[in-house]
């Protein structure tokens, strides 16, 4: 089975697809726990702390969990296994000293976290503890990287599924006994259970050799200068959460921001069971043709495809059943955040023919390009929140997430077509204008007020959607 074929596509979609649905049945469940145990206010905090710590791994983590995979998958595609085992040994060094720079930043800046994210008490204590968290997620990196680049796809999807059983067993006994004051804690032992599984899996292939490194970091050089531009991409995006989320906080308060992030967490993560599988699978395939403009535009609009056929049904599920969902998922408080959920779901549709494309610019290490683009899209992000939250409140972040992902559908587009000969083929076009309109029917039709006209006319729309998408698959299955 050819790695760029319509089958290999469809299976491991189907495979990481799986995995992160079943994580988004333990998310949900932990989530329900959390949202009843710490309330909005809790799940706000917990959203600030995450995205602080997301925020310092990214200022200091090197970009090795990127770049690295292009490195080590080119040796290993070689056959070189001395080089390979060589230049494992130069990724992890780098780690080292990336968990070493994580540990001193999160030391230094608490008290400015603290000064921007809070107008009221001293949280300084709350993200000085994050530094053990942020020096594990430097490790845990590498060794994805390591596993990714050498197609060791079945342990990367063990390590998902038990790092989410994990979070779930430790998350929920912790915050019923001691509420808050659990939050760092938690994000420690899941950091902790992550990393552990995964060198786990990673020493199991390729042993912890360290003797000689420090001597040849300098074989890293370009590995790292690589990753410069998507960690200071991960940076702006990690900032931007940060920014909003405070915004939220000091314009509203905790509470808004843990039911922004509940409505975010819902969208992002639902439509991440397609999006998962790009990122193990199809950008190591993508890096392999590059360079070749008929190949590349292959492998990319036959993701694309795939990708549409399998998100598309399942937003427009989403869409309709959110009025069932946010109450049996979370709580009665969480009630007001159904409509913004459903306009933002709308966004995902417009990011599932996005991600694809913009990895083009990564597997052709244009890494100034990527950051530049990345960067445009958060400043508009950025902008459009602070309008449209003056303007509609809660509901406006839903109104700026979509103009967001359209514009940056837009330019992603215009960029990879003029810089890269990039084209859409036509069946993702007919793909895209078939599955797009059912989903704008979808989004208007959460506007009928009477209960049997509304789920009559959302499940038709479901069942339109989903055999649609059955028809193709099946069609391709054999190619």
């Known amino acids: 089975m050819s790695d760029n074929s319509y089958r290999h596509i469809l299976k491991y979609t189907g495979v990481f697809g799986s995995v992160q649905g079943l994580n988004v049945l333990i998310s949900l469940v ?6 009843l145990l710490l309330g909005p206010s809790g799940m706000g905090l917990v959203s600030l702390l995450n995205t602080a710590m997301s925020l310092l791994s990214q200022l200091t983590n090197l970009g090795i969990a990127m770049s690295a995979v292009r490195h080590v998958a080119e ?17 992890r060094a780098w780690c080292l000293m990336a968990a070493f720079l994580g540990v001193v930043l999160c030391l230094v800046t608490a008290p400015l976290f603290d000064m921007f994210s809070f107008s009221w008490g001293n949280h300084t204590m709350h993200f000085l503890v994050l530094a053990p968290a942020i020096a594990m997620a430097s490790v845990t990196g590498g060794e994805m990287a390591i596993l990714k680049a050498t197609r060791r796809l079945r342990p990367l999807a063990v390590i998902q599924i038990w790092s989410m059983v994990a979070s779930l067993l430790i998350a929920v006994p912790l915050y019923y006994f001691f509420g808050e004051t659990a939050i760092v804690p938690v994000i420690t032992l899941m950091g902790l259970t992550s990393m552990l599984l995964t060198i786990g899996y990673s020493y199991r292939y390729y042993p912890l050799q360290l003797k000689g490194a420090w001597a040849e970091l300098g074989e890293g050089i370009p590995m790292v200068k690589l990753g410069v531009a998507f960690v200071l991409a991960g940076v702006v995006a ?93 709580s009665e408080e969480f009630v007001p955040i159904i409509e913004m959920t459903q306009l933002a779901a709308m966004a995902m549709y ?15 290490g244009r890494s100034k390009s990527y950051l530049l683009l990345e960067s445009t899209y958060f400043v508009f992000f950025v902008i459009a929140v602070i309008l449209c939250y003056d303007r509609w409140g809660l509901y406006g972040m839903s109104v700026a997430l979509v103009l967001a992902h359209l514009f940056d559908l837009l330019q992603i587009h215009l960029y990879a077509r003029y810089q890269f000969g990039y084209r859409l083929s036509r069946v993702v076009v007919l793909y895209s204008l078939m599955q797009c309109s059912l989903g704008v029917l979808t989004f208007c039709s959460t506007f009928i007020k009477e209960p049997l006209t509304y789920w009559v006319s959302g499940s038709m729309l479901f069942a339109v959607s989903l055999s649609f998408s059955l028809y193709f698959l099946m069609k391709k299955k054999t190619r």
Do not use: W
């Open 30 to 35: 932990r989530n329900k726990c959390v949202a």
């Open 75 to 91: 040796l290993f595609d070689a056959g070189d296994e001395a080089r390979l085992v060589h230049y494992i040994k130069i990724v």
């Open 238 to 330: 990690s900032a931007t959460e940060m920014i909003i989320r405070s915004y939220l906080n000091m314009r509203g308060d905790l509470g808004h921001v843990g039911l922004y992030n509940a409505s975010y967490m819902m969208t992002v993560t639902y439509a991440g069971m397609v999006f998962s599988a790009i990122d193990s699978d199809f950008f190591p395939r993508l890096s392999a043709v590059n360079q070749h403009i008929t190949s590349s535009n292959a492998v990319i609009n036959r993701q694309l495809e795939v990708s549409l056929l399998l998100v598309a049904p399942m937003l427009v599920g989403f869409i309709v059943g959110l009025p069932i969902l946010i109450p049996l998922l979370f």
């Open 350 to 364: 417009m990011k599932v023919l996005t991600l694809p494309v913009a990895y083009l610019t990564l597997a052709r």
